[in-house]
């Protein structure tokens, strides 16, 4: 606190600033300090949060990562000779061995200027004239070069690769050890894209003409066969040697001829290590929530965040995720329909370093994984994976408001029209069928689970009623990831929308703590005031007992 009041004690012997100080520090204990201590609590409650939903988002990062089962089926492929071709492969690969013939590489052409010349330097062109260089690539039309008189062998080169009008051609020159020749190199690889020099035998360039070039390299198709097709004499052709159309979900590398094996398997190590990464971050969740919540019968002593409806609606939404049935899944249809099937499970021992978190039976989670891969991909990170048990009513759609889940279906041709049952509710309303006859789509209404939801069918018109299941599978990374989106929401998510409300309250306790501050320094200095008057009053209390001894003694 400021004030211009200051006291000696002299007078009065009495330290009255010390008396103020107490004063003042006692009136704050009283009425400002129980409100720090209030504000404190609300800002630590704001802090817990805050944490909590960090430790959200690093989960939703995860999950997004694997939350299709392209992300998170991962395959490898093996080659048994790596100098012939290697492979990557994706979730889309089937597991399985291939022979693979490689043929024939694809190669660009290389044309050659067969005598060459004595330096780089060397004139190609001393006519006293422009005379002109001329070739075609690919087949197509014949490219005209003019090329000056004292042109030299490094100028011709730069002058066919700075042509605006070079359809693909790159100009180079090789030196064999006693000449320079200059090189045509196509930039394309391919049977098709040849280079022919002076097609038209009109060039004027003399040693640069019709037949002055050797093809040192022929532009030239990749050639494979795959596990003996097709057969001989015929091979599998492409512009490329990276090629991603042959086998599905694998890309070959060619690098050489010969004949390999390639292992499509999957790569056990690499999903486990993500299943590791998505338990990690669920348990820095959880165990985060598990601080800031407990409660000690014992002691009575609670977390800043017990009993906070916020984080009791988090913990209830994730923890339902990863212990019930996924959306879609049909005991029965699929091998497997929740994560405790596989090997997860929630540590209940009381007292064990690990109570309250996720963990993983590995040997249970690996005799599944090997098993049945595509069934753990799916049971984790199926996306909205739509099937039906009708093949003539078949999953075409849906939209960011279709609810995953299981819908019966009707379809009736002769009015026309088609309705959803999600599973456990009521048939909802009647939906005209798009389309035509035997090319009808049925599309979900606005304001229902199904919202979105579009089906094909074929059948025809005035065939009546006909019913199907549909199955709208979401995997769990697919269901965390949409829970997390909705539960970090900067606009919508439960922490965010509380701690705007508990910002509020620490705002209304900083404004009164402000008044408090202001009450309290008038307050001193009103004890000043009155103090300094005192000590005045006494100083002259003191003068004038002073002067009242002095005339006592004078009269004696």
């Known amino acids: 606190m400021s004030s211009t009041i200051s006291f000696s004690g002299i007078a009065s012997g009495i330290d009255f600033s010390s008396l103020v100080d107490g004063l003042i520090q006692a009136e704050r204990q009283r009425r400002i300090t129980p409100l720090d201590n209030i504000k404190s609590q609300w800002e630590e409650k704001v802090s817990a949060m805050q944490e909590i939903n960090s430790k959200l988002l690093s989960l939703y990062t995860v999950t997004k990562s694997m939350d299709t089962e392209a992300e998170f089926q991962v395959r490898t492929a093996t080659s048994s000779d790596d100098n012939v071709l290697t492979a990557s492969a994706t979730s889309q690969a089937q597991v399985g061995s291939h022979t693979m013939v490689v043929n024939q590489l694809a190669r660009v052409e290389k044309e050659v200027h067969t005598n060459g ?73 391919g049977s098709s894209n040849t280079i022919v020099v002076d097609p038209d035998s009109t060039a004027t360039l003399t040693g640069y003409t019709n037949g002055k070039f050797t093809e040192s390299q022929t532009a030239s198709n990749a050639q494979v066969r795959v596990d003996g097709y097709p057969p001989d004499p015929d091979w599998i052709e492409r512009t490329t040697n990276e090629i991603n159309d042959v086998i599905t979900g694998v890309t070959l590398y060619l690098k050489d001829t ?104 590995e040997s249970t989670f690996d005799d599944a994984l090997n098993d049945d891969p595509d069934a753990v991909a799916e049971l984790l990170a199926a996306s909205f994976k739509g099937v039906t048990d009708d093949n003539r009513i078949t999953y075409y759609g849906h939209t960011t408001n279709t609810e995953p889940g299981i819908y019966d279906v009707e379809i009736d041709t ?12 009521d048939w909802h309303p009647w939906v005209a069928l798009e389309g035509s006859s035997g090319d009808y789509y049925l599309t979900g209404a606005a304001g229902y689970a199904e919202e979105g939801l579009a089906l094909h069918t074929t059948y025809g018109s005035g065939t009546g009623t ?16 949409r829970e997390l989106d909705d539960l970090t929401s900067a606009s919508d998510g439960p922490f965010n929308v509380i701690e705007e409300s508990y ?28 103090f300094s008057r005192l000590e005045a009053f006494l100083s002259r209390m003191d003068s004038l007992g002073q002067y009242l001894n002095q005339l006592i003694q004078k009269s004696q």
């Open 117 to 189: 010349e004595s330096s780089e330097d060397a004139v190609v062109n001393s006519s006293g004239s422009t005379q002109t260089f001329q070739y075609n690539y690919a087949g197509g039309s014949t490219i005209s070069v003019d090329v000056p008189d004292g042109t030299t062998l490094e100028e011709l080169k730069n002058l066919i690769n700075n042509d605006p009008n070079n359809p693909g051609v790159t100009a180079s020159i090789l030196y064999d050890g006693s000449a320079y020749h200059l090189v045509l190199t196509g930039n394309d690889m």
């Open 258 to 361: 010969g004949t390999v094996s390639l292992t499509i398997s999957t790569d056990r190590d690499a999903i486990k290590e993500k299943v590791n990464d998505f338990i990690d971050a669920f348990n820095e969740v959880r165990s985060t929530i598990m601080g800031y919540t407990y409660y000690d019968s014992d002691t009575g002593e609670s977390g800043i965040l017990n009993g906070n409806y916020a984080t009791q609606i988090v913990k209830a939404r994730l923890d339902n995720i990863v212990a019930s049935s996924l959306p879609g899944f049909l005991d029965g249809q699929e091998t497997y329909i929740n994560l405790s099937q596989v090997g997860f499970y929630t540590d209940t021992e009381e007292g064990s370093a690990t109570e309250g978190l996720l963990l993983l039976n």
């Open 414 to 425: 002769d009015t026309e029209q088609g309705r959803f049952r999600p599973e456990g509710e």
């Open 466 to 481: 006909h019913s199907a299941q549909v199955r709208l599978k979401n995997g769990v990374a697919a269901e965390l990831s």
């Open 503 to 530: 910002n509020d309250i620490i705002d209304n306790l900083e404004n009164k703590i402000a008044r408090e501050e202001d009450r309290l320094e008038q307050y001193e200095e009103r004890l000043r005031q009155s």
